[in-house]
């Protein structure tokens, strides 16, 4: 059963970078891609970035140039470094483990979900 667990959310004024982590326990083969998503009051989920163990990424148009999604040698910690934030990055920020495939940054067919992360951006 994978876990996912995310922090380093907050609030932070434009122009400004949050770090997002995303503690991983329990993977599962069948879920290769590891992604971020995230949901603003009102709006739908959206990917933002994606990446496998392998180290390929993707990234929706939104975070292309400003966001970078990355893992930790040992594989149990997913990263979103997220510089020159905007008013409209305000959201709920969760990760995320599909089997695919990707599309735009956006992980298909996800399995598990973290609780989020809440990102303001003023």
């Known amino acids: 059963h994978v876990q996912l667990v995310e922090s380093g959310g907050g609030s932070v004024q434009a122009g400004g970078s949050l770090n997002l982590a995303c503690a991983v326990s329990?993977?599962?083969?069948?879920?290769?891609?590891m992604g971020w998503f995230r949901q603003a009051p009102g709006k739908p989920r959206e990917g933002v970035a994606a990446?496998?163990?392998?180290?390929?990424?993707s990234y929706a148009d939104v975070a292309a140039g400003r966001f970078t999604i990355s893992m930790n040698n040992a594989k149990t910690t997913l990263y979103l470094q997220m510089n020159s934030l905007k008013i409209d990055d305000t959201a709920m920020y969760y990760c995320?483990?599909?089997?695919?495939?990707?599309?735009?940054?956006?992980?298909?067919?996800?399995?598990?979900w973290g609780q989020g992360t809440q990102v303001t951006v003023s």
């Open positions: 329990g993977r599962s083969n069948r879920s290769p891609y």
């Open positions: 990446m496998t163990l392998s180290g390929w990424t």
């Open positions: 995320a483990t599909g089997s695919g495939p990707v599309e735009a940054g956006e992980v298909r067919n996800v399995g598990s």
